[in-house]
């Protein structure tokens, strides 16, 4: 059957900030989180544009914010421009400066790394930030392990330090983010589906048992079964999560609180996150017919056929 988007699903591209804000504003965050994020959407964003460098950007900025002010002697509008660039500053070749003090503050405010226990919302986005061996090649093994490259940080602070190089006090002042509150997505459907160019997959727990509802809470998406199980998938991104609903139900992608529709299509990690799964699949996009002209009679037939049914 052809996919029929929401009448008014959001236009993603207008929402790709506000987006990139819900993906790192997890619920369990401590209060100086969410201002720490604003402050940083409201320095990036007038450069915001759709890439994928652009998360992590926005991700740094906002963890040397909270690292600054954590301890609530000042805001993070507070922060002078000049006292980041300083401290975006130092050798190219080499990891950030700002790794270690970043660290302290997750630690001071529980949200560092615990050995034993589960990972800290804040650790998690954090590590991944500032992880050198993300690309390494999964062959490596104990005689040639694998060596570190630069991590996502590296890269973010550089470009951070160019916008901010010609940042004047003015232009902070007029510089405006969306407002958000960090909040948890939940949907619940009959019927999820992982959809990549080529096939359309049940999203199943690791049981066998099929979905029946998804949580996103901040970078995390969660599947709950119709047996109840509860687990992650390496299927499943948060982002896609929130763009498919967004389609179906109407909704900006940052939107939180709970939803019920008849099915989620949800954009593999192989398409963009942007993408409409559905057009983008061979099976499910709507067809284009030969005959120029005459989609009416087409129509027509449709609804013969369907009575007959």
């Not at 990972?119 to 040639?144: C, H, K, P, T």
């Not at 997505?185 to 080529?198: D, E, G, H, M, Y």
């Amino acid at each position: 059957m052809p996919h029929t988007p929401a009448r008014n699903a959001a236009d993603p591209s207008a929402y790709s900030l506000d987006l990139e804000m819900s993906l790192v504003l997890p619920s369990s965050a401590p209060a100086p989180w969410s201002p720490a994020v604003h402050e940083a959407a409201r320095l990036v964003g007038r450069s915001w544009q759709e890439d994928e460098s652009k998360p992590i950007d926005l991700l740094t900025l906002a963890l040397l914010l909270f690292a600054r002010t954590h301890t609530g002697t000042r805001a993070p509008q507070d922060v002078p421009v000049a006292e980041l660039r300083d401290a975006l500053s130092g050798p190219a070749d080499r990891e950030p400066q700002i790794i270690d003090e970043i660290d302290r503050a997750l630690t001071e405010t529980g949200q560092g790394y615990a050995p034993g226990a589960g990972d800290a919302a804040l650790w998690e986005l954090f590590n991944a930030a500032r992880n050198q061996y993300g690309s390494a090649s999964g062959l490596a093994d104990d005689i040639e392990p694998p060596r570190p490259g630069p991590s996502p940080m590296r890269a973010a602070v550089a470009r951070l330090a160019r916008l901010l190089a010609g940042y004047s006090d003015g232009a902070r002042k007029e510089a405006t983010a969306p407002l958000l509150e960090p909040g948890v997505l939940t949907v619940k459907a009959n019927r999820f589906q992982i959809v990549s160019r080529n096939s359309v997959i049940a999203l199943r727990c690791p049981y066998g048992d099929e979905a029946a509802a998804v949580c996103v809470d901040g970078p995390k998406a969660i599947m709950e079964c119709v047996q109840g199980h509860t687990s992650a998938s390496h299927r499943l991104d948060a982002g896609r999560v929130r763009m498919a609903v967004a389609r179906v139900a109407g909704i900006r992608p940052s939107a939180s609180g709970s939803h019920l529709v008849p099915e989620l299509l949800i954009a593999s990690t192989a398409l963009a996150r942007h993408s409409d799964s559905a057009e983008a699949n061979a099976f499910l996009r709507t067809p284009t017919h030969p005959i120029v002209g005459r989609d009416d009679v087409l129509r027509k037939i449709s609804r013969i056929i369907d009575r007959r049914d």
